[in-house]
C-alpha cells in the first residue's frame, strides 16, 4: 500500500514527538543537498524541519508528492556517510525530484 499524504503527516507528527533525527535529502533538477535535521511540525500538507546545529527551520511543501516507504538498505548512496537508518519516507515530486527522509538510529 502506497502511503498517503495523512500517513507521511502521521509520521513526521511521530517524529516531531519523539525529537527524532533525521537525515533530509533533496535531490532536485538543480542538484543534490543533504543535512541532518528535527522535524518540529507538520500541518496542511507543509513539514518543518530545523536543521541541526544551526537552529534554522526551512518549511518544505508536500502536498503535491506521492510518497513511498523507503528501506534504508535500498538506498546505499545515503549510506556512504556511515550512518545507519531505522526507517524512511521518499515524497516525489510531480517534477521527478525526490525528498529524502531516513531517521537516524540512535
Given at each position: 500500500?502506497?502511503?498517503?499524504?495523512?500517513?507521511?503527516?502521521?509520521?513526521?507528527?511521530?517524529?516531531?514527538?519523539?525529537?527524532?533525527?533525521v537525515r533530509f535529502e533533496a535531490r532536485?533538477?538543480?542538484?543534490?543537498?543533504?543535512?541532518?535535521?528535527?522535524?518540529?511540525?507538520?500541518?496542511?500538507?507543509?513539514?518543518?524541519?530545523?536543521?541541526?546545529?544551526?537552529g534554522n527551520v526551512c518549511d518544505l511543501p508536500l502536498a503535491e508528492c506521492t510518497f513511498e516507504y523507503a528501506e534504508p538498505r535500498t538506498l546505499a548512496e545515503a549510506m556512504a556517510g556511515g550512518q545507519v537508518f531505522n526507517s524512511g519516507l521518499v515524497a516525489t515530486r510531480p517534477t521527478g525530484e525526490r525528498l529524502i527522509f531516513l531517521e537516524i538510529r540512535a
Open positions: 500500500m502506497q502511503p498517503t499524504l495523512e500517513d507521511a503527516a502521521l509520521l513526521f507528527s511521530k517524529w516531531a514527538d519523539e525529537r527524532t533525527t532536485l533538477a538543480a542538484g543534490f543537498f543533504a543535512f541532518d535535521c528535527r522535524v518540529v511540525g507538520c500541518a496542511k500538507g507543509v513539514v518543518g524541519l530545523e536543521v541541526s546545529g544551526i
